[in-house]
């Protein structure tokens, strides 16, 4: 069992930045992918940007060159660098990750969501 704690959100002004992370924990932890979504009021969840174990990223066109996604070196921590952030950003942004762990290999988890706003 992974659980997964996102946080860093708040809110800000149109132009500015924030740094979410996502923290995992659990009993002999392997994590393989992990991703951020988003989900705007009204709007249905949408993909943000993947990062692999080994590190191969890949984003939404609509954060490309704003968003950076990365892991710190045990890979049981993501972070997501959030610059240039517009009113369009404002949404929940969830965590979510692929175990590989012996006991839940394939399992997929999701957090339970950081709110961003972005004010004009």
């Known amino acids: 069992q992974v659980q997964l704690v996102e946080s860093g959100g708040g809110s800000v002004q149109a132009g500015g930045s924030l740094r979410l992370s996502c923290a995992a924990s659990?009993?002999?932890?392997?994590?393989?992918?992990m991703r951020w979504y988003r989900q705007a009021p009204g709007k249905q969840r949408e993909f943000v940007a993947t990062i692999t174990s080994g590190g191969s990223t890949n984003y939404a066109d609509s954060v490309k060159g704003r968003f950076t996604i990365s892991r710190d070196n045990a890979g049981n921590t993501m972070f997501l660098q959030m610059n240039k952030l517009k009113p369009e950003d404002t949404a929940v942004y969830y965590c979510?990750?692929?175990?590989?762990?012996?006991?839940?290999?394939?399992?997929?988890?999701w957090g339970k969501g950081t709110l961003v706003t972005v004010s004009s």
């Open positions: 659990g009993l002999r932890l392997r994590i393989n992918n």
């Open positions: 979510n990750a692929d175990s590989r762990g012996p006991s839940d290999y394939g399992m997929n988890y």
